[in-house]
T-cell receptor, first 110, second 117 residues
Framework: AQRVTQPEKLLSVFKGAPVELKCNYS??????LFWYVQYSRQRLQLLLR??SRESIKGFTADLNKGETSFHLKKPFAQEEDSAMYYC????????????FGKGTLLTVNP | GAVVSQHPSWVICKSGTSVKIECRSLDFQATTMFWYRQFPKQSLMLMAT?????????EQGVEKDKFLINHASLTLSTLTVTSAHPEDSSFYIC?????????????FGEGSRLTVL
């Protein structure tokens, strides 16, 4: 069975500080990992996925298969980054059945 | 592009009645749609996978006779909560897989809040 663990329910940082949202997973095969974000009163939307290896809004995430982690990082947090962040896993291939972590609420203080 | 819309956004019903929630892909065809349930301050829990023209696949522990899913067209899936009870009160969210984009991205609806009195 696949599982996604986000150990921090809440994370609070000051503007300009680095931020790291942790995500660990368990899956026997080669999964696809995603970060989804939900801003206040908005729908869930994709932030980034590991296969594209891109940086979105200054965020990056590297898949570490040895540590089974997919931590989300940003060197300088902005107030507009305050949101709920969900790490999600999909089995490799064309199956898009996502398993979500419990989410981390990021608050960036001025 | 790639917008998913849910209707209604919120609904209040009496115990014992049935409620239908619609999930529409507005500008693309969705071969697969997913239904989730989210309790307050908790994560999204996948309820079922809805494939156009075939029966939905339910996750373990989800009553298929309680939560009827119909995916009659490539742009519409419906979730009907039958004989609703207060414990069915929750936030229901759908997502859709784009029929031609193969990016792994799912597009989410805005959610429907059900309150059963």
């Amino acid at each position: 069975a696949q599982r996604v663990t986000q150990p921090e329910k809440l994370l609070s940082v000051f503007k300009g500080a680095p931020v790291e949202l942790k995500c660990n997973y368990s899956y026997s095969g080669s999964p696809e990992l995603f970060w989804y974000v939900q801003y206040s009163r908005q729908r869930l939307q994709l932030l980034l996925r590991h296969i594209s290896r891109e940086s979105i809004k200054g965020f990056t995430a590297d898949l570490n298969k040895g540590e089974t982690s997919f931590h989300l990082k940003k060197p300088f947090a902005q107030e507009e980054d305050s949101a709920m962040y969900y790490c999600a896993l999909a089995p490799g291939g064309s199956n898009y059945k996502l398993t979500f972590g419990k989410g981390t609420l990021l608050t960036v203080n001025p | 592009g790639a917008v998913v819309s849910q209707h209604p956004s919120w609904v209040i019903c009496k115990s014992g009645t049935s409620v239908k929630i619609e999930c529409r892909s507005l500008d693309f065809q969705a071969t697969t749609m997913f239904w989730y349930r989210q309790f307050p301050k908790q994560s999204l829990m996948l309820m079922a996978t809805s494939n156009e023209g075939s029966k939905a696949t339910y996750e373990q522990g989800v009553e298929k006779d309680k939560f009827l899913i119909n995916h009659a067209s490539l742009t519409l899936s419906t979730l009907t909560v039958t004989s609703a009870h207060p414990e069915d009160s929750s936030f229901y969210i759908c997502s859709a897989r784009h029929g031609t984009l193969n990016t792994g991205e799912l597009f989410f609806g805005e959610g429907s809040r059900l309150t059963v009195l």
